[in-house]
């Protein structure tokens, strides 16, 4: 393949990329960089595991129409996010933010995890230790082994 069938290519790509949603797009290019940034933070609600800048979903559309709308209305990214949380809910962001809810969700399976450690810890050592044989017991053993080794 030839420099320029690679080159030609690669243009083709970008035209598509650029070509998602022309009609949306912001005027001021530094606008719309500045959506597009919000865009790879906000989850789609009907993919879950994309952004709203990687979904197809209409609903994902919808999304970014009204990031951009806030964004040429000159709201901060911060107001923004407010915005989409007090309507969909701390869900809608890919990366929530600090709460102590989150902080008992991402933390408690480490607390599982200590705390079985430390009740498997207490539990070896609580266990009562080898004892002794009896005279008794000791000489039934020897009474076997001798049996055995006949």
């Known amino acids: 393949m030839n420099l320029r069938a690679l080159a030609a290519i690669f243009a083709g790509v970008l035209c598509i990329a650029a070509a998602a949603d022309p009609a949306d797009r912001l005027p001021d290019p530094t606008q719309e960089a500045r959506a597009r940034a919000i865009f790879a933070d906000v989850r789609c609600l009907v993919c879950q595991n994309e952004s709203i800048d990687d979904s197809e979903a209409e ?19 911060a107001q923004i996010k407010g915005f989409l949380t007090d309507r969909y809910g701390e869900f809608v962001l890919m990366t929530p933010a600090f709460s102590w809810m989150n902080l008992i969700l991402w933390g408690g399976p480490f607390v599982v995890v200590v705390s079985g450690a ?27 082994s001798e049996t055995d080794a006949s």
């Open 118 to 144: 430390g009740l498997l810890i207490s539990r070896l050592r609580s266990r009562p230790g080898d004892t002794e044989f009896s005279p008794e017991e000791a000489e039934r053993v020897r009474g076997l």
């Open 59 to 77: 609903l994902a559309g919808d999304l970014r129409r009204i990031v951009r709308e806030q964004v040429k209305a000159g709201r901060s990214d």
